[in-house]
Structure formats: structure tokens, C-alpha cells
């Protein structure tokens, strides 16, 4: 069951198929991959005495390195330990602290001093371990991956931490393997023609997405940029063709921006798969008329990797459909391997149409949080993962999130939902971007806060950006104040950070020009 083991078969079927790519170029084909791989898990067994179970982090930008190490973790029977590249070393060092890793591979193999590392975990760079050894024989214990059972333990995911401190979501090789099937079935086929494009952290989502493209002997792509550029995406695309990527919203709106400036083709862009929260109607309406239909609407937590819910493309594209409003503000329908729920207060089905907290079970439901059984036991109640997510499932099947249950504003007595303020205000013109939290308040308990980015050149001022709400949804749910700010921030993975808009809230600091 070691995932790896698909790296390997791969190899065997389709040796010559290219597998590795750095921009335009090619790095290794599928043996030239599986050699790289496999003489990595030799050397952390051989010089670090990497056990079946031990952790071992990355903490590295985007690289065709990044791929040669997870599956050389993975072929010693190591757990991979992510950690998005982004982060603060000492923000690394504690995720490194709790996994208990014994090695972090960095670019430079430079980035921790000692006293951020505990004793006995070594840091090392990526570039020895990416370039290879001499082959040896076939009789060497190690010629094929180590064998994992399906509940052993492969990557060790430390969550964004947006709602607290990052815990560690354990997926098992039987998790990854659920995960990536789904993927033909519920996203899209892949065949050894395409290619995934890592553009988003590996890290994360865009990273996870690695399995069924080895599986099918398919190409990995990482952009000389070793991130994201739109301008580079779309060149890569027209050269290297059939080309899929992960993107958060964010991301299309910097491409979709991209083609509007410069007036790039999309022709080589297959399919982009967006993730990390919904789109809302108003960008997804200015993305498919610019880009076209290359949209795919996923759903998904660490603690259910990439697979709770799935809208097809076919249904995102297809405008004239009359019920076309309503699917697309949906994040569509159960994945193959899952059930979905949603869950009243009481922790029962709630009815169609009736909004509740998003459950669900299934073979890529995480085994816990890493040593962190209370926290387990919350999450996982009855075998269901309760997601903290806010939704409500239609008669079709379609699932549409509202909020996160803690962002739900309760004013007055009322529930106010952030999504439906943000889907409104989205559609004005001049919006950018806006993010709705709510404040305490002594007289509502909470008023609802927009933090609005305008388009430049924009004239909108709180009157009347107030004035064209109201026209558009019930008074009680206004925004009580506007904030307007450059640009929203973001946590390392493109999402709206909004436990930082809270926190400039409490601090009530003049500089924020909070219109009351």
C-alpha cells in the first residue's frame, strides 16, 4: 500500500515517459524519477538511519527536487512532514519540535540556527539527494519501495492555523490512495499526455494532487519562477500543453488579470481546479468569459484532503443552463469515496435547505491529530469528521457553503452569514475583494464589518457602497462599518486571513479610517 509504490510501476511501465520537468525542460523521465527516488530513501536509511515511521519535514519552495524527496521519504517507509515555504523559520522550527522530525530538507540546507532545531534533528539541503548516487543491485533491500500497511502513517500535514494554532492532520497511505482516486472520477481523467502544474505550495493542496499523475506515468511541471506568476503559467502552457493546476480564487484573479492586460491565450491551459475556498458567482462569471472553460469547483480540508465535495466542469461552463446561478454558488456534489452530511445543533441531519455544520465520512478522513486526542475526539464524532464549515444540501444533492462556523455573525439575535454579505458586495464593479467579520458590539452583541479592497480608480465610498447593498439584501444584514484597505491579507496559502481583520478590530487602531 506505500504510495510509492505507484512511482515505481509507473517506471516499470512507462520508463521513458518524461516525468520531471523545470519550466520548458526536462529533468528526468519516469526512470531516470524512480532512480532519483529510490537512491534518497537509500541515503536517509544508509547516512541518517531513517526508520519506517520516522518524520522527515520539507521545508522548501516548489522544486522537481520537492518530488525526488517525498517519494524517497515514502520509499524507506518514512512519513513526510510539508511545510509550506512560506512560514517564518521559527514558525517551521515548532511544526519540526511537535512532529518530532529527525531531518528538514531545505534549499540551502542554511535557514536554522541551532537553537531552533531540538537536538537530534538535522537540517540537510535538498540538492545532494536530488542528483543521485551510483545504482546498486537488485538484491539490495531497498530496489522496491518499502511495504506499508494502509494504516501506517505517510504525510504529516500541519494545518494554516487560521482559526489557532496549527495541529497535525495525520494521512495515512490508504488516506492518499482514496484521495487520488477520486480524482479521474470525480475531477477528471488523466492520461500519461497531461501535465500538473505546480504553481500553489506543494506543501498544500497543489502538492497532494502529485499521486494520480504518477500513477499515470503523466508529467510534473515546476515553474522556473518556483511559484506563481500568471504571465509564466500561460507560457508554459501554450509550450507545454494539456497542463492542470491547483489555484485558490486569488490566483485566478491575478490570471484573469493577466489575459485582460496582456492578452495571453489560455489555448494550453486544460483544466484549473479551485480550491481553498469557493469562488464567488460575480469572479467565477468574469473568469469563464476571459479564460473560458477550464473551471473545476473542489471541496476539501487536510483533514479530508481535497475530497469532500466535486462541481464538474461541464456544469461550471454551461451558462444558458436555467438553473446555472444555483449550481455554481454550490461546491457541488459528494465525492465517490465519501458521504456527506449536514448536521443540526443537536448533531442530526438537518433537511434540505436548512443550514448546518458539514459532515463527513469516508476512506480519506485522517486518522487524528498528531498527539492530540482531544482535539481528535472533537473533530471525529461517530466516525464523522464534523468540518466546522456552515452549509446546507439541496434536493439534488448539491452542496453550497455558507461560512465557517465561527464566522457566523450573530446580531441582534440574528444569524448573519459572511458568504451571502460577500457574495453581494462582490458583484459591485469597483470591489476587488471584501471580507466580512463581525465586532463586538454592546448594544447588537455584533455588528457586520466589510473590509473592502477597491478596484483602482475607483470612486465608492462607504455611503455608496451601503446605499447599493441595501437595494440588493435585507437591511438587517448591512455592514455597520466599511473598512477599506489596499488589499485583503492572506494566510501562506492565498486564503483571507481573517483572524488578522479581527485582531486589527480589537486593537481599534485609528489608521484603519473605520467609517461607523
Same mark, same amino acid.
Given at each position: 500500500?506505500?504510495? #510509492?509504490?505507484? =512511482? !515505481?510501476?509507473?517506471?516499470? $511501465?512507462? %520508463? *521513458?515517459?518524461? /516525468?520531471? @520537468? ?116 537488485? #538484491?539490495?533491500? =531497498? !530496489?522496491?519501495?518499502?511495504? $506499508?500497511? %494502509? *494504516?501506517?502513517? /505517510?504525510? @504529516? ?131 469563464? /468569459? ?227
Amino acid at each position: 500500500m506505500n504510495v #510509492a509504490n505507484w =512511482l !515505481a510501476d509507473a517506471a516499470d $511501465r512507462q %520508463p *521513458g515517459n518524461p /516525468a520531471l @520537468l523545470q519550466g520548458e525542460h526536462l529533468v528526468a523521465d519516469y526512470a531516470g524519477f524512480r532512480a532519483l527516488a529510490r537512491q534518497a530513501g537509500r541515503r536517509l536509511a544508509a547516512d541518517h538511519g531513517i526508520m519506517p515511521g520516522d518524520r522527515v519535514a520539507v521545508f522548501m519552495k516548489n522544486a522537481t527536487d520537492y518530488l525526488v524527496l517525498l517519494y524517497g521519504i515514502w520509499w524507506c517507509g518514512a512519513v513526510v512532514v510539508p511545510i509550506n515555504c512560506k512560514l517564518h523559520p521559527a514558525e517551521a522550527a515548532e511544526i519540526i519540535r511537535d512532529a518530532g522530525a529527525r531531518l528538514v530538507f531545505t534549499d540551502d540546507g542554511d535557514i536554522f540556527g541551532d537553537a531552533l532545531l531540538v537536538d537530534g534533528c538535522l537540517e540537510n539541503t535538498s540538492v545532494d539527494y536530488a542528483t543521485g548516487l551510483p545504482a546498486r543491485s537488485d #538484491a539490495d533491500p =531497498l !530496489a522496491r519501495p518499502i511495504s $506499508r500497511a %494502509p *494504516g501506517d502513517l /505517510a504525510w @504529516l500535514f500541519y494545518t494554516s492555523g487560521t482559526t489557532g494554532k496549527s495541529k497535525g492532520v495525520m494521512l495515512s497511505h490508504g488516506n492518499l490512495t482514496a484521495m487520488s482516486l477520486c480524482y479521474p472520477v470525480d475531477v477528471e481523467p488523466v492520461t500519461s499526455n497531461d501535465a500538473i502544474l505546480y504553481c500553489a505550495p506543494m506543501s498544500h493542496g497543489a502538492g497532494l494532487y502529485n499521486f494520480i499523475f504518477v500513477r499515470t506515468a503523466a508529467r510534473h511541471v515546476i515553474p522556473e519562477s518556483r511559484g506563481f506568476d500568471p504571465d509564466e503559467v500561460f507560457s508554459i502552457a501554450s509550450v507545454i500543453q494539456n497542463v492542470s493546476f491547483f489555484a485558490a480564487p486569488t490566483m485566478v484573479k491575478r490570471l484573469v488579470d493577466a489575459v485582460e492586460r496582456h492578452g495571453l491565450a489560455s489555448d494550453g491551459i486544460r483544466s484549473i481546479i479551485l480550491g481553498g475556498a469557493p469562488m464567488y458567482r460575480a469572479d467565477l462569471e468574469r473568469a469563464l /468569459a476571459i479564460i473560458g472553460p477550464k473551471f473545476i469547483q473542489i471541496y476539501g480540508q487536510g483533514e479530508s484532503p481535497m475530497t469532500i465535495t466535486a462541481l464538474a466542469k461541464d456544469i461550471i461552463a454551461d451558462r444558458s443552463h436555467p438553473e446555472w446561478k444555483r449550481f455554481v454558488t454550490s461546491v457541488g456534489h459528494a465525492q465517490s469515496c465519501v458521504e456527506v452530511r449536514v448536521l443540526s445543533e443537536k448533531g442530526k441531519p438537518a433537511g434540505w435547505g436548512v443550514r448546518g455544520e458539514v459532515a463527513v465520512r469516508g476512506g480519506t478522513v485522517m486518522k487524528g491529530y498528531w498527539r492530540n486526542q482531544p482535539a481528535t475526539d472533537a473533530a471525529i464524532v461517530d466516525g464523522w469528521l464534523r468540518t466546522g464549515d456552515i452549509g446546507y444540501l439541496d434536493e439534488d444533492g448539491l452542496l453550497t457553503l455558507t461560512d465557517r462556523s465561527k464566522d457566523v455573525v450573530i446580531s441582534g439575535g440574528s444569524n448573519i452569514y459572511p458568504r451571502e454579505v460577500e457574495e453581494v458586495l462582490a458583484l459591485h464593479p469597483d470591489v476587488k475583494e471584501v471580507a466580512i467579520v463581525g465586532q463586538r458590539d454592546p448594544e447588537w452583541g455584533e455588528v457586520v464589518v466589510a473590509f473592502v479592497a477597491l478596484r483602482p480608480q475607483s470612486q465608492q465610498d462607504e455611503e455608496s457602497l451601503l446605499s447599493w447593498f441595501v437595494s440588493r439584501m435585507a437591511s438587517f444584514k448591512k455592514p455597520r462599518r466599511f473598512v477599506f484597505v489596499p488589499e485583503l491579507p492572506k494566510n501562506g496559502y492565498g486564503k483571507i486571513a481573517k483572524t488578522e481583520l479581527r485582531a486589527l478590530l480589537e486593537s481599534d487602531k485609528p489608521a484603519l479610517g473605520i467609517a461607523a
